[in-house]
């Protein structure tokens, strides 16, 4: 039997099965969790004060710098940069 991936990017063999849209969004949610810590760590701000910063809860804080939760708003995301003292850059790709 041959393998019908033979040849193929791993990215062709998720988009076959259904799951490169997904995959993409965790790996950039990943990547945004991780800098997001990373800012905070380097100015010493804490979960409760990063909190206060973007006026929203500790709860609400954890699930954005959760790297597996991909629910997150464009708002959440400016009032988190805003809050480390950067902005927000956006790009689509090909």
Known sequence: M??????????????????LEDAEALALKKIIAYELEKAMEKKKISKLKMASRMHTSRSALERLLDPTNTSITLNTLVKAAHALGKKLRFSLAT
């Open 2 to 19: 041959a393998n019908k991936y033979k040849g193929s990017t791993f990215d062709n063999f998720l988009e076959e099965e259904g799951l």
